[in-house]
């Protein structure tokens, strides 16, 4: 028995394509295996907008320069670390990064709590997301 015939037809779907077509997903997929991952990575809209994102005005108001491409290595090595200190066989893990918020007149890091997921892509082969505890 195939799940249409107890649930019926798909009447919508919305894909990890769709999520990242629309931008609630930043594929990251580039930089991650520049860092040693092995499958794609997308990051959520929220972790991106704090924890990677600075922009001239940030700059500016802070007077603290920053990069993306750094910030974002940052996370990203946090994420390979957790993977690689994590022994168990599982699908989430948690873990920190120490980032200056972009928001607000600090230029003192802070850290704060991301979460990883690894599961199945649009084709089923096994993906990360990165994104905010809460969030998932």
């Known amino acids: 028995m195939a ?55 940030d700059t500016e108001r802070k007077k603290l320069y920053q990069q993306e491409d750094g910030r974002l290595a940052d996370v990203l090595s946090m994420a390979r670390i957790a993977i690689r200190t994590n022994h168990r066989d599982v699908q989430r893990v948690v873990f920190r990064v120490c980032r200056v918020p972009n928001a607000g007149k600090s230029r003192d890091a802070q850290t704060i709590k991301l979460a990883m997921t690894i599961g199945p892509g649009d084709d089923l082969e096994p993906v990360i997301t990165i994104m905010r505890p809460e969030e998932d």
């Open 3 to 57: 799940l249409a015939d107890i649930f019926g037809e798909v009447i919508a779907a919305y894909s990890r394509t769709d999520a990242i077509a629309d931008g609630a997903l930043i594929d990251v997929t580039e930089a991650a295996a520049a860092r040693g991952f092995k499958v794609p990575v997308a990051l959520t809209r929220a972790v991106y907008a704090d924890c990677v994102q600075w922009t001239a005005a």
